[in-house]
């Protein structure tokens, strides 16, 4: 059966330090994925889009990777600040087209 | 900036009821979502839309309805409230193509629903 992961645990990290969340799927051949943010109470906004002929995609301090033969995507936060502590889902274009296929995301502390 | 806004942030009612969710998006977008989020389970898809007066079944449809008479507004019924459909509800648009990455969707700030 189609599958998305995240880390189900949360991801508890110091100021300044990189970040790394991870999502892995099976059974599926997406185009491309999709890395959402979501506050406490708030609905997801869209961070970045990786297709799957790029290996590597940056935006300011976020960067993602997306490995079609593992089967995984893995996002990056360097230089972390409080502020971006929330939770991080993954998403993949089903086999349909059209509809999103999300992750259950993965709850990202910052201390400073 | 594309703006999605839901009708109420936060709602209570009685197992019975009948229950409207209003989703209005201001980007004429032709897709629009609903999904439920419950911990533990993720964003799981209720209803979508392509077009106006045009729906299709998502993951966990039973128990709920969709209208969409107008392009930019998607309404999700719950014909008989039950408490297991106390949940936060989140509407989405996306357009297909165009300038924005395809499927890239844009959601409300989300309507917690509890059913007593």
């Known amino acids: 059966s189609q599958k998305i992961e995240q880390n189900s645990e949360a991801l508890n990290i110091q100021e300044g330090k990189t970040a790394t969340l991870t999502c892995n799927y099976t059974n599926y051949s997406p185009a491309y994925l999709q890395w959402y943010r979501q506050d406490p109470g708030r609905g997801p906004v869209f961070l970045l889009l990786?297709?799957?002929?790029?290996k590597e995609k940056r935006k300011e301090r976020l960067k993602v990777t997306f490995d079609t033969t593992l089967k995984q995507s893995l996002f990056h936060i360097t230089a972390s600040q409080p502020a971006d502590s929330a939770t991080y889902l993954c998403a993949l274009v089903g086999n349909q087209g059209g509809k999103l296929i999300f992750g259950q995301g993965t709850e990202l502390s910052v201390k400073p | 900036d594309v703006k999605v806004t839901q009708s109420s942030r936060y709602l209570v009612k009685r197992t019975g009821e009948k229950v409207f969710l209003e989703c209005v998006q201001d980007?004429?977008?032709?897709?629009m979502f609903w999904y439920r989020q419950d911990p533990g389970l993720g964003l799981r898809l209720i209803y979508f839309?392509?077009?106006?007066?045009?729906?299709e079944k998502g993951d966990i449809p039973e128990g709920y309805s969709v209208s969409r008479e107008k392009k930019e507004r998607f309404s999700l019924i719950l014909e008989s409230a039950s408490t297991n459909q106390t949940s936060m509800y989140l509407c989405?648009?996306?357009?297909?193509?165009?300038?924005?990455?395809?499927?890239?969707?844009?959601f409300g700030p989300g309507t917690r629903l509890t059913v007593l």
């Open positions: 990786i297709r799957e002929n790029e």
């Open positions: 980007m004429d977008h032709e897709n």
């Open positions: 989405a648009s996306s357009q297909p193509g165009s300038l924005q990455p395809t499927d890239t969707q844009y």
């Open positions: 839309s392509y077009d106006v007066k045009m729906k």
